[in-house]
């Protein structure tokens, strides 16, 4: 008689989800154009989970009066399908409030398995707000990948000095700035404050972080970033 012995590789069921902050801050400063760098890393990200048949779907999110704005694409796992995701990138448009609280928690009610979850926002919202949502994904189990999205504007302060009628455009609020040296400083140490918040809070959740600053940077930051997040195998 002859022994035969099969073995078995089992398929991983990986879900990965690519939110992507679209409200109206990541439309500003219009030259940093945030949005069209979270959605072409948000794409990037998308066709690397795709390498080994898992099932990724991109999604983005805003709030406005009638509440959160949660739109995703099916999930698609090979890269034949890749195309699929092209009308959704181009549709993207940024308008409303973050919502980033209520975003996770229209994610949650679907009531999928854990899976992994990429979130690429500018994170302008109040600390405790952006902090209370991970930590939901993080209670559900779900495999948590942040994307810090700034443009080099913004982050450097590098506006022209002068007299300046600032808007708010997710809340409306307006006010009057006199633009120089010592407000590009603040600037600059604000934003630092923020980015450093986020990536200690994630640090003690052992969640990656990686800082994506300024849209014309996208190939840098994908060949220095990106191997942080752990999607490339």
Known sequence: DELNIRTYRAERQVEFTIMIDRSASMGLPARDDKLGLALAMGASLAYVGMAENDAVRLAT??????????????????????????????????????????????????????????????????????????????????????????????????????????????????????????????????????GTRLREFCLQHSIPYVRAFGARNLDEILNRELPKLGVVR
């Open 61 to 194: 999110f805003a709030s406005a009066r009638g509440g959160v704005r949660f739109s995703s694409t099916p999930f698609y796992r090979r890269r034949e399908s890749y195309l699929e995701f092209k009308p959704f990138v181009v549709e993207a448009k940024p308008e409303g409030r973050t919502g980033l609280f209520d975003a996770v928690s229209e994610l949650l009610r679907e009531r999928r398995a854990p899976g992994v979850v990429i979130l690429l926002s500018d994170f302008l919202v109040e600390p405790r707000e952006c902090e209370d949502a991970i930590s939901r994904l993080v209670a559900a189990r779900h495999e948590i990948k942040v994307v810090h999205v700034m443009g080099e504007q913004e982050s450097e302060g590098r506006y022209p000095p002068g007299l300046y009628r600032v808007r708010d455009v997710e809340t409306g609020a307006t006010r009057e700035v006199v633009f120089g040296p010592e407000l590009a400083a603040k600037t600059r140490a604000k934003v630092e404050a923020l």
